[in-house]
T-cell receptor, first 114, second 114 residues
Framework: DAMVIQNPRYQVTQFGKPVTLSCSQT?????MYWYQQKSSQAPKLLFH???????NEADTPDNFQSRRPNTSFCFLDIRSPGLGDAAMYLC?????????????FGPGTRLTVL | AQSVTQLGSHVSVSEGALVLLRCNYS??????LFWYVQYPNQGLQLLLK??????LVKGINGFEAEFKKSETSFHLTKPSAHMSDAAEYFC????????????FGGGTRLMVKP
């Protein structure tokens, strides 16, 4: 089945220690998104890629970076995690406008910062 | 700009009772609307979507939603709640002229009592 995969599902890191979260997709979608979701809140968009074009939300901290080496993979790098960065991180994909409507989400990575 | 309001951050129903989760939107153009469900420590799963076809939309797990333009609403219903329906539900509207970007409501946590 076509899907969005996130690894790892649970990640524990130490305060200030860089961490990378991974997302891959078999849907061949050209748009990939990264969201941060804190407890009992809606997902908050951090950035998205339209093909290789990177689009950063205005309020996304510089501490968060992303890479998309190819269509299938996208990475979220947190350079110096703080306690406030503990959250669920969701990856999503969508197709080209007009071909499909809506976003498809992965299972998420729960990040704990000690 | 498009926005979504979900009335009631928590809804509690008895097993077998009607489920009604409220969503109101604002949009200057005909909207595309979505309902997603999120189980604990999972990503968002698409329940159903309205894309300007039939106003009554049927989704997975027995859920349906009706688009009412006059009321700017897209409420989610299910005739008979099941214990497995306990989850967080998010209503979202597609941001027009921005690919498949979404604006999410604040979410409603559904609790089902035995």
């Amino acid at each position: 089945d076509a899907m969005v995969i996130q690894n790892p599902r649970y990640q524990v890191t130490q305060f200030g220690k860089p961490v990378t979260l991974s997302c891959s997709q078999t849907l061949n979608h050209n748009v990939m998104y990264w969201y941060q979701q804190k407890s009992s809140q809606a997902p908050k968009l951090l950035f998205h890629y339209y093909d290789k074009d990177f689009n950063n939300e205005a309020d996304t901290p510089d501490n968060f970076q992303s890479r998309r080496p190819n269509t299938s993979f996208c990475f979220l790098d947190i350079r110096s995690p703080g306690l406030g960065d503990a959250a669920m991180y969701l990856c999503a994909t969508s197709g080209r406008t007009g071909t499909s409507v809506g976003q498809f989400f992965g299972p998420g990575t729960r990040l704990t910062v000690l | 700009a498009q926005s979504v309001t979900q009335l009631g951050s928590h809804v509690s129903v008895s097993e077998g009772a009607l489920v009604l989760l409220r969503c109101n939107y604002s949009s200057s153009v005909p909207p595309y609307l979505f309902w997603y469900v999120q189980y604990p420590n999972q990503g968002l799963q698409l329940l159903l979507k309205y894309t300007s076809a039939a106003t009554l939309v049927k989704g997975i797990n027995g859920f349906e939603a009706e688009f009412k333009k006059s009321e700017t609403s897209f409420h989610l219903t299910k005739p008979s709640a099941h214990m497995s329906d306990a989850a967080e539900y998010f209503c979202a509207v597609k941001i027009n002229n921005a690919g498949n970007m979404l604006t999410f409501g604040g979410g409603t946590r559904l609790m089902v009592k035995p």
